[in-house]
């Protein structure tokens, strides 16, 4: 068991001044299964103020910032490690299903553990030794990759509603099981998880989205009745066969869109996208005539959906700007028979910082439809294409043209509407022939236009 040289040195000082010092959280989980943990949680008997003078008289002196004071919680850097050093406690008073104002400080690390959500989480590391404190049998969970609540989950559920969307992220995040009884706990504590706020479930849907397989979370929180808590338009997706179309419900599609984007390692923007896509479909469907149904305008009701979702749970704005935009253009279906025009039009709407990403969606939105990798060849001979156009100097955005607002200001076109209805024809103009994207040809075209205009 590898620990951190600088966690045993600083452990020795804490045990010079006769306190103890445990790995908790995460680190505890992650130096168990032999990986590299990414945060130090450390907790102690020695109370707030005597961790902040155990850092500052220590050789050399480490420095402290009290971000938690409240909750008993000292961050420190020592050596040039961060680490977070929490007073062993008791949690009281849960009002509302939220994590509890009131702590009680304890002596015993057994008690500290006890209020931890699930058994693999409640294992600490004494230090500087490493003997294991495990009351609640959780390495032997850890071993067979099960999340079980630490007591009676209903209980625990009803104490903090964050805990049933934590278990089915950690789920995702460690390719664990949950516990049956921890699973069968969750329908029961949906009151208390509507408590939660946005953020905190954003938190946790952000963390499902960028481990390596989402669904896993997914379809734990469709089977609990999570799904239809938090992402109600992804739950009515789940029977909304594509007969005609796809193998795949609507549910099962968006879920295996995920998986691919995840899998191949693609940003959070196109992961969320890929997830979101279709999420249009349950209400623009229709049955056409020969028994097929269809969904007209899909990706515009996606858009609008999966803005107000996202508004809804408090993602940043960049963020869900770049999925809408990934969204409402995820349906284009190249062919060799599109002209030169087409391909600047497709690159003009997508935009060229987008273009990659809409390459990645339109592959998951592939795999997810035939569950077969479309392989690095599908979509090449439209890259091919709009590289050509890019190399050809063409003009993609108003920056692009050889005239400007200010050159057609100075020829009498006045600032405003007018102004800007004559760019952007003149951007038309050149998408169709780029030839035309000189300064001669444009303030010609202008002064027709104008003469037009102003009639
Ligand atoms: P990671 O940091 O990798 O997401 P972690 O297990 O360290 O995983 P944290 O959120 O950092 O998770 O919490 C640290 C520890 O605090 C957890 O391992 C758990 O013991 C405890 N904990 C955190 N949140 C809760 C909660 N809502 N209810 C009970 N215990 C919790
Ligand atoms: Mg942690």
Redesign the pocket.
Known sequence: MKIHPVLKEIAAVFKACDKELCLV???VRDVLRGKKAH?W?LATNAAPNEVMDIFRNAQPKGKVFPTGIKHGTVTAVFRGTTMEITTYRTEAGYVDGRRPDQVHFTSSIEEDLSRRDFTINAIALRLPGGEKVDPFGGEADLKKRIIRCVGDPAARFAEDGLRPMRAVRFAAQLAFELEPATLAAIPGSLETCAKVSAERVKDEIEKIIASDKPSRAFVLMEQSGLLRLFLPELAACKGVDQKGNHRFDVLEHSLLACDYAAAKNYPPDVRIAALLHDIGKPITRNLDENGIWTFYQHEAASEKMARAIMERLRFPNLLTDSVCHLVREHMFHYTDEWSDAAVRRFIVRVGEANLVKTYQLRSADAYATAASDPGPNFLLPLMYRVEKAQSEKSAFALKDLAVNGTDLIARGIKPGKTLGIILNELLETVLDDPAQNTREDLLVIAEKLREKLTV
Do not use: I, S
């Open positions: 959280g995460g680190a945060d949680d």
